[in-house]
Each structure stands twice: as C-alpha cells, then as structure tokens.
C-alpha cells in the first residue's frame, strides 16, 4: 500500500543548524524538499570529486573486472564484522576523514591519468596499425636507403592511387620519371615514381616507412598499453577504498545540499520542509521534543508533489529489484497495484519464456546467488532478486511442464514421467499427442486473450473500487462491458471454430454508452453538463474504444513470443543433431550452447520487454496510472554506518 505522507517543517536556530541537521540524518525518516537549481562553490568542488571517483571506479570495472569482482565479494562476506567493529569504534575524526578523501581524491586521479595513458598508447598503435596495412604492399625495403635517395638529388615518391597516374609528358622528359607499379590490391594501385625533381600532386603516402619501422612502433605502444594496464591491476585493491570515498561524497553532497536548502527565518532561525510518512510521525515528533526543534505538521496540498513511500510485504517486496531497475515508481495520490504486478509478471514470464529447461536454469541460477548471498545480507540469505527470479522459474518450469518444452527437445517431450504432465490441446509438439496441429495454435490464443480481458478487466474493477461513490464509477463499468465485448469479437476473429456470442452488440452498445454519459463526469459537474463533456469528446472516445481492440490483441504476444522461442531452440537442435552422432560431436555441443544461450538471452529481454509492458501500458493505462511518482527517499545514514 502507498503510506500517507505529512508536510513538516523544522525550525531550529542558526547556530545549531549543523548540530541539527546531522541528528535529523542520525533519525531517518524525513525527506527533504530540496531547493531547486541549488550550488555553491562548496557542492561544486564536492560534484567534481564525486564525478572523478566514479570515472575511476568505471575504468577499474572495465580494465580489471574480474579483480574488482573477487575484491567486492571479500568485503561483502566481511561486511558483518565490519559493521560490528565500526559500531563499537565509532565515527573517525574530521581530520582522518579529510585525509581519507585527499588520499582517494589522488588515487583516482592516477587512475584516470593511467587509463587516458592507455587510451592514447592505443588510439597510436591503430593508427599505426592502419599505416602498416596500408604500406604493406610495398613489400619490405630500408627506409634510410629512402632518405639517403632523396637527400642525394633523386626523388623516390611511393605513391597510393585508384586510376593510373596522369603525369604529363614533358615532365616525363626533363626530370626523367620512372613509373613503376608495384601491386594492385582491394581497388588501389601502389606505384614507386622516381625523378630528378619531386613533382606536384602526386598522391604520396603520409608515413612511407619500411615493415620493421611499424613493428617498432607497435611493439612499443602495445608495452606502454601493457604497463598502464598493469598498473590499472595494481589498484584492484583499491577499488573498496574508491568505492567507500564514493559513498562518503554522496554522503556530503547530500549532506551540503540539505544545509542550503535551510530557509532563513526572522531572527537567528532557519526553517527546513520536508515530507514524513505518517506513522513516523510519533517518532519525528519525540526527536524535535528532544533536539528542541520547533516541527510544523500539515496534510499535503493537491498541487505539491508528494514523494511516494510504498509499503511492501514479503510477496510484494520481491517487485523491487524490477522498479529499481525500470526507475519507476506509482505517483503518491495513484493506486498500488504491486501485488497485481507480480502475479501479472509471474504468469506471463512462464508464458514467455516458455520452457521448462530454461525455468530450471533460472531456478539454480537463484539458489547459487543465495548461496553467494547475491544483494543480501551474508551469503546463505535470500535476497529479493534472488526470491523473484526463482519465483518466475517457477513459473516457467509449470508452462514448460504442461505444453511438453524442455529444451524444445522432442526427445524429452516423449519420455516419462515428462509426457504424462502434458496438457495434449496446449503441447508444442502436437504430432506426438495425437492432437491437429493446429488445435494447440488455438488453445493458446485463446488463453492469451483470456488473460488479456482478466487482466484489463481487474483494472476496471480497481477503478470502480477507487472511485466507488463517484459518477466517474459507472464510466470504468462501461469500459468493463465494452472490453469483455471486444474479447468475443478478438478471438471470433483469431480463431475459426469461435463463433461471436448473439449479445455481444448489445455488451458492446451499453458499455459505449455508459463511457460517453459518464466518462466525462466530475463531482462538481452536473450531470447533464457531465453528458455534454462527454458528447463534445465523442470522436476521442471512438477512438480509445478502437484502441481496446488492439490492447486485447496486444496480449497475443504471449503466445507468439512463447511460440517463436521453442521454434528457435527446436531449429538449433535440429542444427546439432547430425553432428552429435559422430565424430564432430565438440561442434554440436557448441551449437547446443550457442543457439540456447541466444535463446535464453532473448527470453530474459521478452521477460523484461514484453512482461512488464503489459502491465505498464496496456493494465496501468487502463487504470490511469502513469508511473511517474517521485519515491520517498528518507536523509539518513547509510546502513553501515549506522
């Protein structure tokens, strides 16, 4: 549920404003209303230190990825103790702090200095690399040999060009040219000019330089690369100190961000506004009673934006990782439709993904993060990502059970106990159930519009019951009818053997009407005007109706999506089949792992894509979400420094 929020406003006196503002991130619970467009010349420096430190952890991720890895496990597994002994030693003095900066301050910029090193010694050694290319036809000569000719009155040009050169006859005659065509390679000519007198416009290269002169070069380069890097691996032991350094500087901005947006007050006061989550407030309220800060409490206004706290449960809690991956979060005053969401998700990835196989994966995949304690607390614990991924396997196992996927193999399909846990009007291989082939095709459209108008429907019945005791209330029962309508007329449509029910004009006529007499309708409206709203908007309400259609038909991607990934795995089997017989058996297991870890790549993304469009689009637009809250972030201490 999304807890109600309270408008606070905090007074305290000037001289005690740092006194104050770090026991009220000691307490936690408040989020500040920030000043906007705020800066001094304080967060200026602060923003810069925090922008090297995160170049300098991006270039330590990328060059040693591996060492940064096993560097974050270690201390994730010692996290514990060191909070235990952190806790009892209490916070370090203001000066190892600003020593501890300064120290992490240089080290990152060492290490952006040695990866812009990196970078240059690389940017020369392609150049370098390309000039070889390009001068390779030429064959092997001395270069010394070259400048010797051309510093004792003989000019030896070496020339790249796409047509024959055009030298004119005369000078052939007074300087005496010789042409001579070395090679002719990928659409270019490459030619050695000699003369008494160097001659204008000849197409000369930029580097004329033997072989050996670019293999110098490139030798030395690759050893300034390899010492950089190096050195780049050095610091793999710093990385927790960089990381820590990052957090303290979030730490002060955030910090230095609060301390201006103090608002001055008559006197020596200064004021702070903020928002608390209503059941805070008894602790909020015996904070300022202590620090003796003066607190303001109102309701929020309808304008004001109002950060969104959503209180979760052990199920709902497993959605998180997914908001905080998408960025998103519903708006304060909208409707919490978590649960919803993630039942939604979870029968849709099964569908999506389709095969037992894979879900199997996925379902090792979370308990060997739960063993490494992958974003929880100590190694052994389930996380919420963990809980969720293993959530949706299970999903995928059932549907992959039921419609005979394991691997998309046909072999598996027809072996016990396997074969007696398919549903044979719903197998992906039909021919082995004595069923039509296309007889599944139709069972799962239709389950997939089914799923649709269920779930369209529930926001209907959501909107009523949001809006329940409002005229606005029988607009959403319109749309209620008008889609159950529609879903007679998707799957009429989508399959042959469905024949349109008599009543469904009628459906579809009296929920149309319902959505223009009261779609328009607002408390402070008559109705009649209500009725009028509704009839100026007819042509937009046409529309939307027309839309429906094709937000039933959007769910046909459940089963389209599903069907392309067994057909995909079953083409890559078949692919590998010949192949694990004899002796070319390495190059099927190959193809094997190449053409399901493709496929198992794409059904992660249609899971992502596809799983939460619909109930971001089609389920939140019915519903008139629109995802854009701001969520409630308290100002408070990190956990480990608590």
């Known amino acids: 549920m999304i807890v109600p929020m309270k408008k606070i406003y905090l007074v305290t006196q000037a001289s005690r404003r740092e006194e104050s503002i770090c026991a009220l991130r000691e307490l936690g619970v408040v989020h500040i209303e920030a000043q ?168 000369v290269v930029n580097r004329p330089y033997a072989p050996a002169h670019f293999e110098r070069r490139i030798a030395e380069e690759t050893q300034l690369m390899q010492e950089a890097e190096a050195k780049l691996k050095a610091h793999s032991e710093d990385y927790q100190l960089l990381f820590r350094a990052l957090e303290d500087a979030e730490d002060a901005i955030e910090l230095q961000t609060v301390d201006a947006s103090l608002l001055a007050c008559e006197g020596k006061l200064v004021a702070l506004k903020g928002f608390v989550p209503q059941p805070a407030l008894r602790h909020l309220r015996k904070w300022a009673n202590k620090q003796g800060v003066g607190l303001g409490i109102r309701d929020p206004r309808e304008d004001e934006d109002v950060p969104t706290y959503v209180e979760t449960n052990a199920f709902t809690k497993l959605l998180t990782p997914l908001y905080t991956l998408l960025g998103i979060s519903p708006g304060y005053r909208e409707m919490d439709v978590t649960f919803f969401f993630l039942v939604a998700l979870t029968i849709f990835s099964g569908m999506l993904m389709g095969d037992a196989g894979y879900g199997a994966i996925f379902a090792g995949l979370a308990f060997f993060m739960k063993k490494k304690g992958v974003q929880a607390d100590k190694p052994g614990k389930w996380s919420p990502l963990s809980l969720l991924i293993l959530l949706l396997s299970g999903s995928m196992i059932f549907w992959g059970s039921i419609t005979g996927t394991w691997f998309a193999s046909r072999s598996i399909a027809q072996m016990l106990p396997f074969r007696y846990l398919v549903i044979p009007s719903m197998a992906a291989f039909p021919e082995y159930f004595g069923v039509a082939a296309q007889k599944p095709q139709d069972t799962l459209v239709f389950i997939s519009c089914l799923l649709g108008v269920i779930h369209l429907d529930l926001a209907c019945v959501l909107a009523i019951l949001r809006d329940r005791g409002k005229k606005i209330m029988w607009a959403h029962g319109g749309w209620l009818l008008f889609l159950t309508g529609m879903f007679f007329v ?81 083409a890559f089997n078949t692919m590998a089949a010949p192949a694990l017989g004899g002796w070319a058996f390495p190059l099927g297991v190959v193809i094997l792992i190449l053409g399901h870890g493709l496929n198992v790549s794409m059904g992660l993304l249609s899971v992502l894509v596809h799983g939460a469009r619909l109930n971001l689009l089609e389920f939140s637009g019915q519903l008139g979400i629109e995802w854009s809250g701001e969520m409630y972030k308290p100002f408070r201490l990190r956990g480990d420094k608590k």
């Open 36 to 203: 906007s467009g705020i800066s001094n010349d304080k967060l200026v420096h602060l923003r810069s230190h925090q922008s090297n430190l995160e170049q300098a952890i991006r270039i330590m991720q990328e060059h040693v990825p591996e060492l940064v890895a096993a560097q974050t496990n270690a201390t994730a597994q010692a996290t514990a103790h060191d909070a235990s002994v952190s806790g009892a030693a209490g916070n370090a003095d203001n000066a190892s702090a600003s020593a501890a900066s300064r120290d992490a301050s240089a080290l990152a910029s060492e290490i952006v200095e040695l990866a812009q090193d990196y970078e240059a010694a690389k940017s020369r050694r392609l150049s370098l690399e390309k000039d070889a290319f390009e001068m390779a036809p030429f064959g092997d000569f001395v270069t010394k040999d070259l400048e010797h000719l051309n510093e004792s009155g003989m000019s030896v040009a070496l020339c790249i060009h796409q047509a024959p050169l055009a030298i004119d006859q005369e000078l052939i005659d007074e300087h005496d040219v010789v042409v001579v065509r070395i090679a002719e390679k990928r659409g270019n000519f490459y030619s050695v000019v000699c003369s008494r007198l160097p001659l204008p416009g000849l197409p």
């Open 490 to 570: 998707v799957i009429s449509m989508l399959i042959a053997t469905v024949q349109m029910p008599v009543f469904v004009p009628e459906l579809l006529a009296a929920g149309f009407v319902l959505i223009v007499l009261f779609g328009k309708q607002e408390d402070d409206k008559s109705f009649v005007r209500g009725v009028l709203e509704g009839l100026k908007g007819l042509f937009s309400t046409v529309l939307d109706a027309i839309g429906s259609f094709s937000n039933i038909i959007s769910y046909v991607r459940l089963f389209a999506v599903g069907v392309a990934s067994v057909k995909i795995a079953d």
